[in-house]
């Protein structure tokens, strides 16, 4: 009886060990806010040229992002807190001297709680691109979904 009683006992203690499923990686909530695009220290809230690069990441991330992140479009004043809020800064540059051909080049960064970057990289809409912003944004999505599916935790 005491053999039975300690089997049991043992059991019992070691049944949630192999019951056990690993934490579900919950995704990163990454904000893009209305001034996640452009120069944020010279932001307008009518720029159509910022807005329309936010809405170029808001797709192609939403696109790319899988399991690895939930994209919010956050709105003016939105106080809601996420995991992290995306920002990039670009300028229209030539893409080789003198040539007069046009390219988008910039950074992105993706900043998590008190201000801690959590990634940040070097962006360009490419050599051949026919739409900049477009292969700006796509940029930068494939590089955030690359550092995330390494770095689940956005660190």
């Not at 807190?81 to 001297?97: H, K, N, P, T």
């Not at 796509?138 to 599916?149: G, M, P, Q, R």
Request: glycine letters at 8%; proline letters at 6%; one cysteine or more.
């Amino acid at each position: 009886m005491k053999r039975l009683f300690t089997i049991l006992t043992l059991g019992l203690l070691l049944m949630p060990t192999l019951y056990a499923q690993p934490p579900v990686n919950q995704p990163l909530r990454i904000a893009i806010r209305p001034n996640a695009a452009g120069n944020p220290s010279n932001w307008v809230p009518n720029d159509r040229e910022a807005e329309y690069v936010r809405q170029q990441l808001i797709a192609a991330l939403t696109r790319r992002c899988g399991s690895a992140c939930v994209v919010i479009e956050a709105g003016y004043g939105d106080t809601e807190e996420y995991d992290a809020s995306l920002g990039v800064s670009w300028s229209i540059q030539d893409r080789c001297e003198g040539c007069g051909i046009p390219a988008m080049v910039g950074t992105a960064r993706l900043v998590g709680e008190k201000r801690i970057v959590l990634w940040s990289d070097s962006v360009s809409s490419g050599r051949h691109a026919k739409v900049l912003s477009l292969a700006f944004a796509n940029d930068a999505a494939l590089k955030l979904v690359k550092h995330l599916t390494e770095h689940p935790s956005g660190k």
